[in-house]
């Protein structure tokens, strides 16, 4: 994994990566843990309601997302954490077999006024089907550790 | 459970309910399978970042409240799910050992513009440790069916 760093993320930039091929199992695994509602446990339910036949809780589509991030981005980085998420819309049901991606774009990089040593990015992170479709979308930033301050130290 | 809907949900209603206790083994379990950075895995490498110590993923955070919520509200509601979140922040580590619970406000309820059977409520939802501090907020609006359009059938 590189060592990615606050100067490493340039606006404008966007990178695919990622594979997760998804089981009926997990979906119903996650959703009785977290999510125990009738549309993310039983085929039946579920084609009663809104999404038409069994998929993936948001939750869980939120979290295939982010083990995808860390394998081919966080992970190795100076990556310090998150304050949270501006915004995510779920827009397309997730179902046993997709395969899912990661379109990432970097929206915005910005240094920490209060500490020089670190920065902001913003990202556009979508969760993409096999067909290419936009199945999560989520804006949210990362802290990086700045590489600056290194030279300047 | 009572039979919720779209009616029943009056803006400024605060309700707080549910009851978590978090373990050390879960919050591994959850890491390992969705984010796998050591803040959320090893106690040595926790206590060298931003958190301080072993710490909940944030969306394992999200997880837990999202039971709660479903035990104590969505379930046998008339819940149809949620369009994404508005917002959302993770504002304090959640540790092995905290006790957590939901605080729920009701911000707007407003019939859809499109669909006369359904409406949708925006919420503020917040995740409150056993020393009643905010770790998790988050604005989302939940669709619910109407009761009304059965006295109109």
Redesign the interface.
Known sequence: MPDLAFEDFVPGTVTTYGRHEVTREEIVS?AS?????P?HLDEGAAAQ???GGLAA???HS???M??MM??NM??GSR????????????LRPVRPGDVLSVRQTILEARPSAKKADRGYVKFRFELLNQAGEVVLEEVNSI?FGRRTQEALA
Chains 1, 2 share one sequence.
């Open positions: 996650f843990q977290f999510d125990p509602q549309m309601s809104m999404l809780s948001g939750w939120c979290g295939i982010m083990r860390v394998d966080l992970g990556g310090m954490g998150s304050p949270g998420i501006d915004e995510m819309r779920w802290i």
